[in-house]
């Protein structure tokens, strides 16, 4: 089907172990960004990125890379989890020139 | 950044018109004012934007006060599937071509049947 999909949906994880989460998009999006989401709070900007090869930090980027080698796919690595690190992250594109963005059903990390 | 103020919650009765107030008393000239929704265990989803004119679209209309420092998200007829929180942002003035939005807490708004 068509749209934004994450995987995995639920990980769990422990300290100190390297995790990726997938994020793919089948509308040849331009923009493309990695939010996340803890307990009773709004969503934060982790990173975002214009077009393949053109990636940039945003709010939360510390502990965090990202890579975006295709169009459609920007995978967000965890290169040495921590527990601060245990969230709901979202994935989300948009079209160049527009403002709407398209997001992803999340991903629910935790970290132990 | 500019900065929104919303209700942390509202409540509303199936059927019946809900008015979701957002603050903004800082925005710039080319802010334009976002409204997007979270259902429970989703994804936030686009619902409405606009500069300075009201606006309507299938799922709400967005009333813009004349000084831009307040608007208001309208939801016709509350349905159960309304429930959600609503997030009002302002797309991030220094950022226009990467479209950053930044969002606040958001307003949770419940329907009763």
């Known amino acids: 089907d068509a749209g934004i999909t994450q995987s995995p949906r639920y990980k769990i994880t422990e300290t100190g172990r390297q995790v990726t989460l997938m994020c793919h998009q089948t509308w040849s999006h331009s923009y493309m960004f990695w939010y996340r989401q803890d307990l009773g709070h709004g969503l934060r900007l982790i990173y975002y990125?214009?077009?393949?090869?053109?990636?940039d930090k945003g709010e939360v980027p510390d502990g965090y890379v990202v890579s975006r080698s295709k169009t459609e796919n920007f995978p967000l690595t965890l290169e040495s989890a921590t527990r601060s690190q245990t969230s709901v992250y979202f994935c989300a594109s948009r079209i160049s020139g527009t403002d709407t963005q398209y997001f992803g059903p999340g991903t629910r990390l935790t970290v132990l | 950044d500019a900065k929104t103020t919303q209700p942390n919650s509202m409540e509303s009765n199936e059927e019946e018109p809900v008015h979701l107030p957002c603050n903004h008393s800082t925005i710039s000239g080319t802010d334009y004012i976002h409204w997007y929704r979270q259902l429970p265990s989703q994804g936030p989803e686009y619902v409405i934007h606009?500069?300075?004119s009201n606006v309507n679209n299938r799922m709400a209309s967005l009333a813009i006060a004349e000084d831009r420092k307040s608007s208001t998200l309208i939801l016709h007829r509350a349905t159960l599937r309304d429930a959600a929180v609503y997030y009002c942002?302002?797309?991030?003035?220094?950022?226009?071509?990467?479209?950053?939005?930044?969002f606040g807490q958001g307003t949770t708004l419940q329907v009763k049947p």
């Open positions: 990125s214009a077009a393949a090869d053109i990636t």
């Open positions: 942002i302002l797309r991030d003035a220094g950022s226009s071509n990467t479209g950053k939005l930044i």
């Open positions: 606009g500069l300075t």
